[in-house]
């Protein structure tokens, strides 16, 4: 079981970044794909999730109108397209899934190991 993020870096206020998530080693079916990111000092944070059987996303309050996630099912991949950033969203970004529909960072079984996002002012 694998979860590799990537494509984040630095970018400037007001920029975009698409972050991507591929899944290896197991079937997504049942489960949910969920994006979590870390700022220095600051606790694990919930960003949004992508139900894989039906599409289904949720956002938390603060993402909602700026971020946007979405599926491959080919590619088994997840992106997460993030629009009008700004410098309070620098963070390690992470992938996770789990079966829980859930914005808890502890119901989700599997991590990728994080993509650093850096935006400048």
């Known amino acids: 079981v694998q979860l590799q993020a990537s494509g984040g870096g630095l970018v400037r206020s007001g920029g975009s970044l698409r972050l991507s998530c591929v899944a290896s080693?197991?079937?997504?079916?049942?489960?949910?794909v969920g994006w979590f990111r870390q700022a220095p000092g600051k606790e694990r944070e919930f960003v949004g999730l992508?139900?894989?059987?039906?599409?289904?996303?949720y956002y938390a309050d603060s993402m909602k109108g700026r971020f946007t996630i979405s599926k491959d099912n080919a590619k088994k991949t997840v992106v997460l397209q993030m629009n009008s950033l700004k410098p309070e969203d620098t963070a390690l970004y992470y992938c996770?899934?789990?079966?829980?529909?859930?914005?808890?960072?502890?119901?989700?079984?599997?991590w990728g190991q994080g993509t650093l996002v850096t935006v400048s002012s």
């Open positions: 080693g197991f079937s997504l079916y049942n489960y949910q």
């Open positions: 992508i139900r894989w059987s039906s599409g289904s996303t």
């Open positions: 996770a899934t789990g079966p829980a529909f859930s914005n808890v960072a502890r119901d989700y079984e599997y």
